[in-house]
C-alpha cells in the first residue's frame, strides 16, 4: 500500500532534513497520509491501545525501578516503602500491576480480533507471526515481573512455572538450574528475573517496530476481509483514524483507570501481600489470570501418551498452544478472510472464544472441583463431573478447532456473497463501480 | 448484640450439615457495615482509628510486629491523629508523645555500644520479638503474622479479620481435637490456631480525647475498631487513592465526550 509519499517539506531546515535522515516524511506517510480502509470498526482500535500501554508500562516500571531493590530480603519491603512512603508510589505501583492486566485484555481482544477477520492470512502471515512473538515476550515480561514483589505467589507461581523446564527429558534439570541460578528459586533467580523483565519490554518495543513496518506494507486488513482496489475504498490515516483510535483509546483507559484507583487489587492475589516463604506452600497456587487457560491446558493433560509422560505432555500442550499460532496462517484453508462471510466457521469461533474462557475459569479452580456431582464413592466423597474433565474437554477443542476445523471447513464450507468493493460494502448502491 | 450472636450460632447449628462440620470447613466472613467500604467515596472516621490503634497497641502489639509502619505514619494525612496544623507528624504533639512511649534500640555509638533510647515519630514500630525463632518459641510454634498488611493478605479482607475476632463461641465439632493452647475458630483456614480470644470485655478502657464521644469498649466496638486501624495500616493512602481517582475519572469521561463528538465531526459527512 505504500504509494508515492506525498510529503513536501516547507521550511528550509526540512528540506535539509528530508535530503539527509528521511524521518518526518516517514511519520507523515505512515501516520498523516497513510491510506486505512474507510471501514475499519472498534475492534481496529486495540493496535493503539497497545502501544499506549507498552509506553505507559515502560514509564513507570522505569521509576519504579528506580525504588525497586531486587533482593531477597528487600524485595517485599520496598515495594512496599513504594506505596507507602515515596510520593505518588501508590499510584505508580497500581498503573503499573493493573497496566499489566489491561494490556493482557488489550491483546486478548486484539488477537482475537485476528483470529476472526483473518488477518493472519496472506499476505500479512509475517504481520501476525510477528505478533505471536510480542505475545510470547510480553508472556515471559509479565511472568519476570510477578515474580519481583517477592510474595508468597510471587515465590511459588515462579517455582511452578520455573519447574516446568524440568520435564525436558535429559537436560530438564541442568538446564532449571541454570534458569534458577542455584538449586531452587533463590536470591540469584531474582537479580536475573529483575535484569530480564527491565531488558525484555524494550526487546518488545523492537519488535512492535517490525510489526508496524509489516502492516504498513500490506496496509491494514478490514471487517470484510476484501483488499483495497481504489482510493475510494481508504481514507487517510489523519484525521479519521486518529480521533477514532484516540477516542477508542481515551474510552478504555477510562475503564483502566476505575480499576487503578478504585479497585486497585482486583485483579491481584492475597497471598501476594504476604512476603515470599519457602517454607510454607500456599494452599491453592494460581497464576496470573492473563495464564490461566494456558495453566488449564497444562494440568489437562494428566495421561501418558507413549514414551512421553504426563508432565512433559502438560508442557508440550501448554507451549504448542501457543506455538500453533505460528502456523496458523496455513492450516486455515479458507481463501475467505472475514468470517463475517464464513456462516460455519463463524459459529465455531464463537465456541472457541467461550472455549478460551471456560479454560481460564478451569484454571483458577481446583482440578478436581466437581461442576455437576453425581452420586458419590465409596469412601462417601462426592464424585461427578470435575474441572479435569471440562479442561480436557475445552483442550481437544483448542486443538481440533486450529488442527482439524480450520483445515477442513476451508474446502467444505460454502462462503455466503462478499460485497464487490470496501466502498460497496460502505455504500452498498451509492458506491461508484470499480472499472471491470 | 450477644443474643443475634447466638441466634445466629444456633442458625449455623442448623444448617451445618454433618458433612458441612467437618474439620477444614471455613465459615464465609460475616459481612458488615465500614465507613470504608465504598471503593469510590469510602473514608476512615479518626475517631474510630484512634480507638482501633488503642486495640492494637494494648492488645495485639504484645504478640504482633506492624513492621510496614512508622509511628509517623500516625500523624499523616488520613491516619488516626493527623491534625492540619501539623502537616509534618515529626511536630504533632500527640504522635511525639506516642513515640515517647515506645523504647528503641539505637546505635552503634562512638564507643561502638547499642543504646537505647525514647521513640521518636520517624521510627518505626518495634517489633514484640527479636525475630521469628523467638516468635514461635513463645506462642507454641505458631508465628503471630506481621499486621501491616493483614487485611489485604487475607481473601476475606476486613471481614475476615473482624469475624476472626469475635469467632470463638463456636462448639468444638465432634472430629476437631484441640491440644493444649489451641484454639477453635471456624473463620480461621483448617478452623485451629493458637491464639485465643483476645477482645473480652474489660481488655481495654477507651481514652475519650477532647471532643470525642465516650464509647464502651464491648467485644464487638474493640473488633470493628482494630479492624478499621488495621484497614487504613494495610493501605494508608486509600481515601487519597479514591478522592484523587474521582477527580480523574470526572477528568477522563469529559475527554472521552470531547472526543467522542471530535470524532463525530469528522466523520460526519462520510458513510463507513
Redesign the interface.
Same mark, same amino acid.
Given at each position: 500500500m505504500s504509494g508515492p509519499s506525498t510529503y513536501e517539506p516547507k521550511t528550509g531546515f526540512t528540506r535539509w532534513l528530508d535530503s539527509r535522515l528521511p524521518i518526518v516524511r516517514l511519520g507523515w506517510d505512515s501516520f498523516v497520509d497513510f491510506p486505512t480502509p474507510?471501514?475499519l470498526n472498534y475492534w481496529w482500535t486495540f493496535g493503539g491501545v497497545l502501544a499506549i500501554f507498552l509506553v505507559l508500562q515502560i514509564i513507570t516500571g522505569v521509576v519504579l525501578a528506580m525504588h525497586y531493590v531486587p533482593h531477597v530480603d528487600y524485595a517485599f519491603?520496598s515495594v512496599?516503602r513504594i /506505596?507507602?512512603d515515596v510520593p505518588f508510589g501508590?499510584?505508580l505501583q497500581?498503573l503499573h500491576a493493573n497496566g499489566a492486566s489491561f494490556f493482557f485484555i488489550a491483546v486478548y481482544i486484539h488477537m482475537f480480533r485476528g483470529l476472526y477477520y483473518g488477518s493472519y492470512k496472506a499476505p500479512r502471515e509475517l504481520l501476525w507471526i510477528l505478533g505471536v512473538v510480542i505475545y510470547l515476550l510480553m508472556m515471559a515480561t509479565g511472568f519476570l515481573g510477578y515474580t519481583l514483589p517477592w510474595g508468597q505467589m510471587s515465590f511459588w507461581g515462579a517455582t511452578v512455572i520455573t519447574n516446568l523446564f524440568g520435564a525436558i527429558p535429559v537436560i530438564g534439570q541442568s538446564f532449571t538450574e541454570w534458569l534458577w541460578g542455584g538449586f531452587s528459586v533463590g536470591g540469584a533467580t531474582l537479580n536475573r528475573f529483575f535484569s530480564l523483565h527491565y531488558l525484555l519490554p524494550f526487546v518488545i518495543a523492537g519488535v512492535v517496530g517490525l510489526h508496524i513496518w509489516a502492516l504498513h506494507v500490506p496496509g491494514n486488513g478490514n471487517p470484510t476481509g476484501l483488499d483495497v482496489k481504489t482510493k475510494n475504498d481508504t481514507?487517510p490515516f489523519h484525521?479519521?483514524y486518529t480521533?477514532?483510535d484516540?477516542?477508542a483509546i481515551?474510552?478504555f483507559?477510562?475503564i483502566f483507570?476505575?480499576f487503578?484507583?478504585?479497585?486497585?487489587?482486583a485483579l491481584g492475589h492475597?497471598?501476594n501481600? /504476604?512476603p515470599a516463604d519457602a517454607l510454607v506452600t500456599p494452599?491453592h497456587i494460581v497464576p496470573e489470570w492473563y495464564y490461566l487457560p494456558f495453566y488449564a491446558i497444562l494440568r489437562a493433560i494428566t495421561f501418558d501418551i507413549g514414551p512421553i509422560d504426563a508432565k512433559l505432555g502438560g508442557v508440550i500442550a501448554m507451549f504448542g498452544s501457543i506455538g500453533i499460532l505460528f502456523i496458523l496462517p496455513w492450516l486455515d484453508t479458507s481463501p475467505v478472510r472475514s468470517m463475517r462471510y464464513r456462516p460455519i466457521a463463524r459459529w465455531f469461533f464463537l465456541i472457541f472464544v467461550v472455549a478460551c474462557l471456560a479454560l481460564g475459569w478451569c484454571g483458577a479452580k481446583n482440578p478436581d472441583d466437581i461442576i455437576i456431582a453425581m452420586g458419590s464413592d465409596a469412601e462417601g466423597h462426592a464424585t461427578g463431573f470435575t474441572v479435569l474433565t471440562f479442561a480436557q474437554i475445552l483442550t481437544a477443542y483448542y486443538f481440533a478447532y486450529f488442527l482439524v476445523i480450520l483445515p477442513v471447513l476451508g474446502f467444505t464450507e460454502k462462503p455466503k456473497k462478499r460485497p464487490a468493493s470496501i466502498e460497496a460494502s460502505?455504500?452498498g448502491d451509492?458506491a461508484v463501480q470499480p472499472a471491470e | 448484640m450477644t443474643f443475634s450472636r447466638i441466634l445466629a450460632a444456633f442458625a449455623v447449628l442448623l444448617m451445618a450439615s454433618p458433612a458441612l462440620a467437618a474439620e477444614g470447613e471455613q465459615y464465609e466472613p460475616e459481612s458488615h457495615e465500614w465507613s470504608f467500604s465504598s471503593?469510590?467515596f469510602g473514608t476512615f472516621d479518626p475517631d474510630e482509628l484512634q480507638r482501633g490503634f488503642q486495640v492494637y497497641q494494648e492488645v495485639c502489639a504484645a504478640c504482633h510486629a506492624l513492621g510496614?509502619m512508622s509511628i509517623r505514619?500516625l500523624g499523616e494525612a488520613g491516619g488516626p491523629f493527623y491534625d492540619p496544623d501539623y502537616p509534618n507528624p515529626n511536630n504533632n504533639e500527640v504522635v511525639r508523645q506516642i513515640a515517647a512511649q515506645y523504647i528503641i534500640e539505637d546505635g552503634p555509638d562512638e564507643f561502638g555500644e547499642m543504646f537505647e533510647r525514647a521513640g521518636v515519630p520517624a521510627d518505626r514500630f518495634p517489633s514484640p520479638y527479636p525475630n521469628q525463632q523467638a516468635a514461635r518459641a513463645s506462642n507454641g510454634g505458631a508465628y503471630p503474622?506481621d499486621l *501491616?498488611?493483614i487485611v489485604?493478605?487475607?481473601?476475606g $479482607?476486613a471481614e475476615y479479620v473482624r469475624s476472626l475476632m469475635l469467632g470463638y463461641d463456636y462448639e468444638l465439632p465432634e472430629d476437631v481435637t484441640l491440644r493444649p493452647g489451641q484454639y477453635y475458630n471456624p473463620y480461621f483456614?483448617g478452623g485451629v490456631l493458637a491464639m485465643g480470644p483476645q477482645l473480652v470485655d474489660g481488655r481495654v478502657s477507651y481514652t475519650t480525647r477532647e471532643g470525642q464521644a465516650e464509647v464502651e469498649a464491648t467485644p464487638e466496638q474493640m473488633a470493628h475498631d482494630v479492624t478499621a486501624f488495621l484497614t487504613w495500616a *494495610?493501605d494508608?493512602?486509600a481515601v487519597?487513592?479514591?478522592r484523587? $481517582? @474521582?477527580a480523574?475519572?470526572i477528568f477522563?469521561?469529559i475527554?472521552?465526550g470531547l @472526543?467522542?463528538f471530535?470524532?463525530r465531526e469528522?466523520?460526519a459527512n @462520510?458513510?463507513?
Open positions: 474507510r471501514n519491603d512496599q /506505596i507507602r501508590w499510584l497500581s481514507l484525521p479519521y480521533v477514532k484516540g477516542f481515551v474510552a483507559l477510562t483507570v476505575g487503578v484507583f478504585f479497585y486497585p487489587n492475597a497471598d501481600s /504476604i494452599s460502505v455504500l451509492k | 471503593p469510590v510496614q505514619n503474622p *501491616s498488611l489485604k493478605a487475607r481473601g $479482607g483456614p *494495610s494508608p493512602h487519597e487513592r479514591k484523587t $481517582g @474521582l480523574v475519572m477522563m469521561l475527554f472521552c @472526543l467522542w471530535a470524532y469528522v466523520w @462520510l458513510e463507513h
